[in-house]
């Protein structure tokens, strides 16, 4: 059985063999009454296992009021652009495959034959005003199979590159009937020294890797970080006076607040989608133990007994069941049980280990890690998705080490972390659900820990 104080200088999973675990239950926030849209078309994206055929899109560089080119204006259509790429639904075509220039469109109108021969689905165009601080975008998209207008929309915002996220959230609504992700915020780990000195620090930026900002100072370990279901604050780990207890931050203040002493260590902690509660462990006499906090009054509820490791509790959207890492079978695999504690069943079975359960915020899935023994190669490790009722198991990326699995408020991609080997830094990727496409979220220095926020709640 693994040793508690593990945590200490690895992480708050003791089941996992580097860094720690990762997820939030999110929700979508209303953006404003001119981002929120209610959709009423059919999805026009299938995807099945996998197989996606990314849909060819001609996004015509922005200009400004009067049709012309503006530098600002062409950056914001590069980000609602690369957006969508992102997203791997999405085939952003070169502007030198264009039938028709922006200036012939101008004149007279959309030919939709000769966008039809050059197998284009949408196209998309767009004008940038500005007033004092204000940014505003007026876009328009175009379906090149059903020759329609299809979205018509005006975005306004003080930070033009979260106005151009909430651009692309909007198109990426419309076309697929999903809530967008691309307006929302990555907290992360960044490893500080080296050695006995090692500290880590909390780091905060654009999903895609762009405004990365520190969050807290150098000088202690910290780990593990997860958003609130609001988005503006997080909880984590922090190794204080020599022990590891859980704290809450205000993102917009940067205070850290100790939820209290305990009389072991605290750690693995995740927010409800509903209450005003987090769900931890506790150690008691080298065993862990989940416990539930009412952030309102204080009041620590224990959930499970401290007779074995258990760890990496995850809320069901509803918050009415925890997914669970626990040892008490002798191996580390999942378990579900009810939020009072109470109808403990187990999910997976078998010789290889489960851990980092994170409840996806659809409801119908559960992303966890798995490191398996394979003959003559040793372990693997594996990101994988399953039912909540144990079944449909399937790989959705592998690798020397993957761990850390964190999904989208939309439930269609996760991160995780990645190491190639033990002489590569540890980086985030993303993915979709069926495991495609699997890109590289860039950083400039080694990032773990990933935890992604639901929808920004404003464009300022």
Same mark, same amino acid.
């Given at each position: 059985?693994?040793?508690?104080?593990?945590? @200490?200088?690895?992480?708050?999973?003791?089941?996992?063999?580097?860094? #720690?675990?990762?997820?939030?239950?999110?929700?979508?926030?209303?953006?404003?009454?001119?981002?929120?849209?209610?959709?009423?078309?059919?999805?026009?994206?299938?995807?099945?296992?996998?197989?996606?055929?990314?849909?060819?899109?001609?996004?015509?560089?922005?200009?400004?009021?009067?049709?012309?080119?503006?530098?600002?204006?062409?950056?914001?259509?590069?980000?609602?652009?690369?957006?969508?790429?992102?997203?791997?639904?999405?085939?952003? %075509?070169?502007?030198?495959?264009?039938? $028709?220039? =922006?200036?012939?469109?101008?004149?007279?109108?959309?030919? =939709?034959?000769?966008?039809?021969?050059?197998?284009?689905?949408?196209?998309? %165009?767009?004008?940038?005003?500005?007033?004092?601080?204000?940014?505003?975008?007026? =876009?328009?998209?175009?379906?090149?199979?059903?020759?329609?207008?299809?979205?018509?929309?005006?975005?306004?915002?003080?930070?033009?590159?979260?106005?151009?996220?909430?651009?692309?959230?909007?198109?990426?609504?419309?076309?697929?009937?999903?809530?967008?992700?691309?307006?929302?915020?990555?907290?992360?780990?960044?490893?500080?020294?080296?050695?006995?000195?090692?500290?880590? $620090?909390?780091?905060?930026? /654009?999903?895609?890797?762009?405004?990365?900002?520190?969050?807290?100072?150098?000088?202690?370990?910290?780990?593990?970080?997860?958003?609130?279901?609001?988005?503006? /604050?997080?909880?984590?780990?922090?190794?204080?006076?020599?022990?590891?207890?859980?704290?809450?931050? #205000?993102?917009?203040?940067?205070?850290?607040?100790?939820?209290? !002493?305990?009389?072991?260590?605290?750690?693995?902690?995740?927010?409800?989608?509903?209450? #005003?509660?987090?769900?931890?462990?506790?150690?008691?006499?080298?065993?862990?133990?989940?416990?539930?906090?009412?952030?309102?009054?204080?009041?620590?509820?224990?959930?499970?007994?401290?007779?074995?490791?258990?760890?990496?509790? @995850?809320?069901?959207?509803?918050?009415? $069941?925890?997914?669970?890492?626990?040892?008490?079978?002798?191996?580390?695999?999942?378990?579900? %049980?009810?939020? /009072?504690?109470? /109808?403990?069943?187990?999910?997976?079975?078998?010789?290889?280990?489960? &851990?980092?359960?994170?409840? &996806?915020?659809?409801?119908?899935?559960?992303?966890?890690?798995?490191?398996?023994?394979?003959?003559? !190669?040793?372990?693997? =490790?594996?990101?994988?998705?399953?039912?909540?009722?144990?079944?449909?198991?399937?790989?959705?990326?592998?690798?020397?080490?993957?761990?850390?699995? @964190?999904?989208?408020?939309?439930?269609?991609?996760?991160?995780?972390?990645?190491?190639?080997?033990?002489?590569?830094?540890?980086?985030?990727? %993303?993915?979709?659900?069926?495991?495609?496409?699997?890109?590289?979220?860039?950083?400039?220095?080694?990032?773990?820990?990933?935890?992604?926020?639901?929808?920004?709640?404003?464009?300022?």
């Amino acid at each position: 059985m693994f040793s508690i104080g593990i945590l @200490c200088s690895i992480n708050s999973n003791v089941f996992s063999s580097s860094k #720690n675990p990762k997820g939030v239950v999110q929700k979508t926030p209303k953006i404003s009454t001119s981002y929120a849209k209610t959709f009423d078309k059919p999805k026009r994206i299938q995807i099945t296992r996998g197989v996606i055929r990314a849909e060819p899109i001609a996004v015509f560089d922005f200009t400004n009021d009067q049709n012309g080119p503006d530098k600002d204006a062409e950056e914001i259509s590069n980000i609602v652009s690369n957006d969508l790429k992102n997203s791997g639904l999405f085939a952003p %075509m070169a502007s030198n495959s264009f039938p $028709q220039v =922006f200036s012939e469109i101008i004149r007279t109108s959309l030919n =939709f034959a000769l966008w039809q021969k050059a197998s284009t689905r949408f196209v998309l %165009m767009g004008r940038v005003s500005k007033r004092f601080s204000t940014t505003t975008v007026h =876009f328009y998209l175009y379906d090149v199979l059903t020759k329609q207008k299809i979205l018509s929309k005006e975005v306004s915002g003080r930070n033009s590159r979260k106005v151009a996220h909430a651009v692309a959230d909007l198109i990426y609504s419309r076309i697929t009937n999903e809530a967008g992700f691309f307006n929302t915020k990555i907290v992360y780990a960044k490893p500080i020294g080296v050695g006995r000195k090692k500290t880590t $620090q909390l780091w905060i930026m /654009d999903y895609d890797g762009h405004h990365p900002k520190p969050l807290t100072d150098q000088k202690h370990l910290v780990l593990t970080p997860r958003f609130s279901p609001t988005g503006k /604050d997080i909880a984590y780990l922090k190794v204080h006076n020599g022990k590891a207890e859980v704290f809450v931050m #205000n993102l917009k203040t940067k205070r850290g607040e100790h939820l209290g !002493e305990f009389e072991g260590m605290s750690f693995a902690p995740r927010y409800s989608p509903v209450r #005003n509660e987090i769900v931890m462990s506790l150690t008691k006499d080298g065993k862990s133990a989940i416990y539930k906090m009412n952030l309102d009054n204080r009041v620590l509820t224990r959930l499970t007994k401290h007779v074995s490791i258990d760890t990496s509790p @995850c809320f069901s959207p509803d918050g009415g $069941q925890i997914v669970f890492t626990s040892d008490r079978a002798g191996r580390e695999h999942i378990y579900i %049980m009810n939020s /009072d504690g109470s /109808d403990v069943r187990r999910l997976t079975f078998g010789a290889d280990k489960y &851990s980092q359960p994170v409840w &996806s915020p659809r409801g119908d899935l559960i992303a966890f890690t798995k490191q398996a023994r394979i003959p003559g !190669e040793g372990s693997k =490790f594996y990101i994988g998705v399953m039912g909540i009722d144990g079944t449909g198991e399937r790989m959705i990326a592998d690798g020397w080490l993957v761990e850390e699995p @964190c999904w989208s408020g939309n439930g269609r991609y996760l991160i995780f972390t990645k190491q190639v080997s033990v002489r590569q830094q540890t980086r985030l990727y %993303m993915v979709d659900l069926t495991g495609y496409n699997q890109q590289w979220i860039k950083t400039k220095t080694a990032a773990y820990n990933g935890t992604w926020s639901p929808l920004v709640d404003s464009l300022d």
